[in-house]
C-alpha cells in the first residue's frame, strides 16, 4: 500500500500549529478563570475563533489532500495545496481581530485555505476522469 507521504509532511506542522493555538487558549482560561465559552473577553473569543476556525478547516482539507495522494495525483499540486494551507492559516490567525473584520490576515489566510481546498478537488477530479 502506498503511504501518503506527502500529505504527512504538511500534517506534521499543520498539527504543531494546531497544538500552539490550542494552548493559546488555555494559557488565556487559566490566567482569566473562564472555563466554559469565553465569559465575555474578547480575547478569548478571538483565540477560541482561531482554534476553532482552524479544526472546521484542516481536517477536511488534510482528507483531500490524503484522498488526491492515493488517486495518485502528481507531487507538485499535492505540494501547492499543503503549502497554501499552511500560510493560509498562519495568515489567517494572525489577522482573526474581533473589531476588524477584515483585516488583511484574515481575508488573505481565508482565500488562501479555500484555494488549498480548490487544488485538492479539481486535482481529485481531474485525476479521477483522466484515469
Not at 500500500?1 to 509532511?9: E, G
Not at 506534521?12 to 473562564?34: E, Q, S, Y
Not at 479544526?55 to 492515493?70: G, Q, S
Request: net charge positive.
Amino acid at each position: 500500500m502506498v503511504s501518503p507521504l506527502i500529505t504527512s509532511l504538511y500534517a506534521a506542522p499543520l498539527g504543531l500549529i494546531a497544538l500552539g493555538l490550542a494552548a493559546h487558549v488555555i494559557m488565556l482560561r487559566a490566567k482569566t478563570g473562564i472555563s466554559i465559552m469565553d465569559g465575555g473577553n474578547n480575547q478569548l473569543a478571538e483565540r477560541i475563533r482561531r482554534h476553532g476556525n482552524f479544526t472546521e478547516n484542516v481536517p477536511f482539507i488534510l482528507l483531500l489532500m490524503v484522498l488526491a495522494e492515493l488517486d495518485g495525483v502528481a507531487s507538485i499540486w499535492l505540494h501547492i495545496s499543503g503549502i497554501l494551507l499552511i500560510l493560509g492559516r498562519l495568515l489567517h490567525a494572525a489577522g482573526l481581530k474581533y473589531d476588524k473584520p477584515t483585516a488583511f490576515g484574515r481575508v488573505a489566510g481565508a482565500s488562501l485555505t479555500f484555494l488549498a481546498a480548490l487544488v485538492a478537488i479539481c486535482s481529485i477530479l481531474i485525476t479521477t476522469f483522466v484515469k
